[in-house]
């Protein structure tokens, strides 16, 4: 079985096309879109860095999880090294986003634009 391959590299949605969309759908200036988008996403890291949980209704939760000290092993090498404890900050798509992903939600152009 053959798989048609375009680029093995995933396009990613940066903030500037955000800005950008936001400049172009909503007719905020390009200063604007691109503060909106950067105080968007500075909110959302200091309340992840203060502990606060993020939830975005209809797209999913930013969590910050404890991971706890465990060992750990150098792959080259087989030493054993010790992973200290740290925090990680975790997404979890919404019900409604995942049903979008697999295509079982209602889209729209606009959506399958972005």
Do not use: C, W, Y
């Amino acid at each position: 079985m053959a798989f048609a391959v375009e680029s093995l590299e995933t396009p990613a949605l940066t903030k500037a096309q955000l800005a950008e969309l936001l400049f172009e759908q909503i007719g905020l200036n390009k200063r604007e879109s691109k503060d909106m988008v950067d105080a968007f996403f500075d909110l959302i890291a200091d309340s992840l860095v203060d502990g606060r949980d993020v939830k975005i209704s209809g797209f999913g939760n930013f969590q910050i999880r404890t991971k706890a000290p465990r060992p750990g092993r150098n792959p080259r090498t087989g030493e054993l090294i010790p992973i200290e404890a740290r925090r990680v900050a975790t997404f979890h798509a919404s019900h409604k986003l995942k049903d979008q992903i697999q295509g079982d939600g209602p889209t729209t152009e606009k959506s399958t634009q972005v």
